[in-house]
């Protein structure tokens, strides 16, 4: 079955930059649009940057500067590169693919890993 895996996520002081990874088997990003999700503890999940199938690439609007998204074909990876790190970025970060375009239901998650930015 397809399984979507998370990585690169840990503590890091305020200003820092991480790098997350989502590895997928049985299923080629390529042929999707990946979106990485947050959730932080009492709120909703949220979007936080997308790529399609074809490269084009998505950002909530206040993370566009900081964040960037990316893809290794090769790899079968996405990236999500998170530079200038804040307290409020704290959050349980989850990668998801869906066929199709940006907007409707993302069929396929990870598990997650956990951003902590330490003020």
């Known amino acids: 079955q397809v399984q979507l895996v998370e990585s690169g996520g840990g503590l890091v002081q305020a200003g820092g930059s991480l790098r997350l990874s989502c590895a997928a088997s049985?299923?080629?990003?390529?042929?999707?649009?990946t979106g990485w999700f947050r959730q932080a503890p009492g709120k909703q999940r949220e979007l936080v940057a997308a790529?399609?199938?074809?490269?084009?690439?998505y950002y909530v609007d206040s993370k566009k500067a900081r964040f960037t998204i990316s893809r290794d074909n090769a790899k079968n990876t996405v990236y999500l590169q998170m530079n200038s790190l804040k307290f409020e970025d704290t959050a349980v970060y989850y990668c998801?693919?869906?066929?199709?375009?940006?907007?409707?239901?993302?069929?396929?998650w990870g598990q997650g890993t956990q951003v902590t930015v330490s003020s």
């Open positions: 998801a693919a869906r066929a199709g375009g940006l907007w409707g239901e993302y069929n396929y």
């Open positions: 790529i399609t199938s074809g490269g084009s690439t």
């Open positions: 049985k299923l080629t990003f390529s042929s999707y649009t």
